[in-house]
C-alpha cells in the first residue's frame, strides 16, 4: 500500500505552569513552542488546486493558524483547575467565582476557552488538562483533525502532531487508526 504524507511546522510563544509539578515547571514560565502537524493519504488529489497533493502546505498553515497560533501565541495556557493562577488573571474588580464559573462552563462546553477578558487584557487559554506537552499535543491533534479532513476533501488524515517544548524536548501524540480500537 503506498502513503504519502506531508508535515507542516509553526511556532508560538507562550507562557504555562505545571500546577502539579513537583519541581520548577510548577513556577510561571514560557517557552518558544514549535507545533508540527503531518497528515497522511493513501493516495494523492487527482484534480483542482490540490491536484497531485495530500493537502496544500498553504491550507494546512492555514488551519494550524487559525487552531493553534492565533489563540495560544503570546499568550498564557493554563488548566482550568489551577485556581491560583486563574485568580491572577481575573479583571480588576471581578468577582473570581463568577469569572471563572463562565470560563469552566466554556471549557466543560469546548474544552477550551480563549479570552481576552483579563486584569491585563492578556491572551488567555484555559484547557480542561494540565498545559504539558504531551496534552498539547492530543488538545491540538482534536483542533486540527476535523480542518485537515475538510480542507483535503476527505482524502487526508491528520497522522500526529508534535509538540517541541525546548529545542531538546519534544512529545507528540498519534491517534489510533479506527481498525485498532476495534479490537
Known amino acids: ?85 486563574l485568580a491572577m488573571f481575573c479583571p480588576e474588580g471581578g468577582v473570581v467565582e463568577a469569572w471563572t464559573g463562565q470560563l469552566r462552563a466554556a471549557v466543560a462546553r469546548d474544552g477550551y476557552c480563549l479570552t481576552t477578558d483579563t486584569r491585563m487584557g492578556t ?9 504539558t506537552a504531551e496534552r498539547l499535543c492530543r488538545h491540538w491533534f482534536g483542533r486540527l483533525k476535523p480542518a485537515v479532513a475538510a480542507r483535503s476533501g476527505g482524502l487526508a488524515r491528520l497522522s500526529e502532531v508534535v509538540v517541541w517544548e525546548t529545542p531538546n524536548c519534544r512529545a507528540s501524540y498519534v491517534e489510533p487508526e479506527a481498525s485498532s480500537r476495534l479490537r
Not at 513537583?22 to 497522511?40: D, F, M, P, Q, V
Not at 488551519?63 to 485556581?83: K, N, Q, R, S, T
Open 123 to 131: 491572551k488567555l487559554y484555559v484547557l480542561n488538562v494540565n498545559p
Open 1 to 85: 500500500m503506498t502513503t504519502f504524507t506531508v508535515t507542516r511546522q509553526i511556532a508560538i510563544d507562550a507562557g504555562h505552569r505545571v500546577m502539579t509539578h513537583g519541581s520548577k515547571c510548577r513556577h510561571l514560565h514560557g517557552h518558544r513552542y514549535t507545533i508540527e502537524a503531518t497528515c497522511i493519504a493513501d493516495h494523492l488529489q487527482a484534480a483542482g488546486e490540490q491536484s497531485d497533493m495530500v493537502l496544500d502546505f498553504g491550507f494546512l498553515k492555514d488551519e494550524m493558524v487559525a487552531a493553534i497560533d492565533a489563540p495560544c501565541d503570546h499568550g498564557f495556557l493554563a488548566h482550568i483547575e489551577d485556581a491560583q493562577l
